[in-house]
């Protein structure tokens, strides 16, 4: 078998598009999530804190010399970064815990009752009676 073959047959199993599938739908999710928090959650925090903007938030390691931009720490950067991360883990969490939900309550399903006892018995004489 060839390797063109091989690696064919590779990326045309189910598990490999069902992989490729979720990480397009997990970036443009984390897309709509980025949004929703720098231009909905994020603005209030920063008028709660005093009118603070996080991504301006850093400090000066080295000033700028003529054309040479200056180093910054811009640890409000990462304070956002975090902020995403951590509504992204929730929205996940939250999905997740919605399908081991609806899991649940398919695997708690109640089966169908047992038929009478009077039933089974007459199945029994059904059965045996065809065997003679």
């Known amino acids: 078998m060839g390797m063109v073959q091989e690696f064919k047959e590779f990326a045309m199993r189910g598990n490999v598009v069902d992989l490729a599938v979720g990480v397009v739908i997990g970036v443009a999710f984390g897309k709509i999530v980025s949004s929703v928090v720098d231009d909905v959650i994020m603005p209030p925090i920063g008028v709660l804190m005093g009118g603070v903007d996080f991504t301006d938030l850093k400090i000066p390691l080295k000033e700028a010399v003529g054309e040479v931009p200056a180093v ?30 609806m899991k649940r309550k398919e695997e708690e399903a109640p089966a169908a009752p047992p038929p009478p006892a009077q039933e089974v018995l007459l199945t029994e004489i059904r059965d045996l009676l065809k065997s003679r």
């Open 72 to 101: 910054t720490l811009n640890y409000g950067s990462f304070i956002q970064s975090c902020v995403d991360f951590l509504i992204v883990a929730f929205a996940v969490f939250m999905l997740v815990k919605a399908l081991n939900s």
